[in-house]
């Protein structure tokens, strides 16, 4: 069992950056592919960012490419998500979600655990 807590959100302006954290529980958390993803109002869930095990692949929605770094530390059991040259079109709740990895799908799901999101809301 995982548990996901986001953390970092909030209101900024056009152009600021911000970095959300995604802290979990759990001895294994090296073990988890963990993903990141958002929902706007009206909106469906999308993909935003996705990292594998050791951090070391990277995979991104087209829409945060170059502006985006999703990163871990494994010894703070911690997943970061550093959003850069943020868009009034980057609003949403930010979410982190987990699994054990083996996906063949791009957004690396489905995943099996998911934290209570984060509020970002970027002002024009």
């Known amino acids: 069992q995982v548990q996901l807590v986001e953390s970092g959100g909030g209101l900024v302006q056009a152009g600021d950056s911000l970095t959300l954290s995604c802290a979990a529980s759990?001895?294994?958390?090296?073990?988890?592919?963990v993903g990141w993803f958002r929902q706007a109002p009206g909106k469906e869930r999308e993909f935003v960012a996705r990292?594998?095990?050791?951090?070391?692949?990277?995979y991104y929605a087209d829409s945060v490419q170059g502006r985006f770094i999703i990163s871990r530390d494994n010894a703070k059991n911690t997943t970061y998500l550093q959003m850069n040259s943020l868009k009034p079109e980057d609003t949403a709740v930010y979410y982190c979600?987990?699994?054990?990895?083996?996906?063949?799908?791009?957004?690396?799901?489905?995943?099996?655990?998911w934290g209570q999101g984060t509020q970002v809301t970027v002002s024009s």
């Open positions: 979600a987990a699994n054990r990895g083996g996906s063949t799908r791009y957004d690396g799901g489905p995943y099996d655990y």
């Open positions: 759990g001895r294994t958390f090296s073990r988890y592919v």
């Open positions: 990292t594998s095990w050791s951090g070391g692949i990277t």
